[in-house]
């Protein structure tokens, strides 16, 4: 064998182990690295995938007792950028970079069911339905959605479900303070309809305004528990403070009473 053909055949072996690194990669290193944060990882079905990237059949991921099932798996750098393909239920996700580093691009969910991202963190999430939306990262994030036969699930002051037939949510983070602008939050019931909007900022403050058009019980006689106003109809608030220290007051008009 000529030194030509050598080098010409070292060479096919080094692309082919570097085309083989991110099947490696699903198939030896992530099982170790879920194992390490006290969960396991499965997989079916795993191959390479072209042009650069590896595929699945079925991921299986358990943690604490949840599992989440993923399917039809594929994740592939392409001259574009990264892109990853999935299917959770009933639901579809999408990601697409717009660099190889990642470092700005968009998640598309359709038909997502939120409660099943529970088995990645091991608490229990802040909404459940189905939502269907863009949310885009990088220096100009930004979500757009809608989240469909759910329930808002909160804890403090006590543990309360909100249910809701849809809501729609659209913000977008400026550029400049890193401060998040919810242009609108509608909620339609019943046992709650309203509407929100406002700022979240960087450093945790609040400026929002609330207005309530629809309310009936569970939700009525847990407010009147918490000695908040439930009518007359509409219900106009203002939320200030900050994330740790919230501050509700009610509207009349262009005065505000202060309520906790």
């Given amino acids: 064998m000529t030194w030509k053909r050598a080098l010409l055949l ?93 470092s700005s691009g968009f998640v598309r969910f359709e038909n997502f069911a939120l409660e099943s991202l529970a088995a990645l963190s091991g608490d229990p999430m802040g909404f459940r339905g189905r939502c269907d939306g863009v949310w885009r990262f990088g220096s100009k994030g930004s979500f757009e959605g809608t989240i469909s036969n759910g329930a808002l699930l909160m804890q403090q002051p006590a543990p309360l479900q909100i249910k809701f037939t849809q809501l729609v949510l659209a913000a977008a983070r400026s550029e400049q ?53 439930t009518e007359p109809l509409p219900l106009f608030f203002s939320l200030r403070g900050s994330t740790q220290n919230p501050q509700l007051f009610q509207r009349v008009g262009t005065a505000e009473a202060p309520l906790r």
Avoid at 22 to 44: I, K
Avoid at 70 to 80: E, G, H, K, Q
Avoid at 84 to 97: I, Q
Avoid at 191 to 201: C, N, Q, W, Y
């Fill in 10 to 102: 070292a060479g096919l072996c080094l692309l082919l182990a570097v085309w083989l690194v991110p099947f490696a990669f699903l198939r030896f290193v992530l099982p170790g690295m879920a194992q390490r944060s006290g969960g396991t990882l499965e997989t079916v079905g795993a191959t390479p995938a072209l042009p650069w990237g590896m595929r699945a059949s079925q991921l299986k991921i358990t943690r604490e007792g949840k599992t989440l099932v993923i399917d039809d798996f594929r994740a592939v750098l392409l001259p574009s950028g990264p892109r990853l393909d999935a299917r959770v239920a009933e639901g579809t996700v999408l990601v697409r970079g717009d660099d190889a580093r990642l």
């Fill in 177 to 229: 303070s890193g401060d998040w602008i919810v242009s609108g939050i509608d909620m339609q019931g019943p046992p709650v309809s309203g509407h929100g909007e406002g700022t979240l900022g960087a450093d945790g403050k609040l400026s929002f305004t609330i207005d309530i058009r629809q309310l009936e019980e569970p939700i009525k006689g847990f407010m009147a528990m918490g000695h908040l106003p």
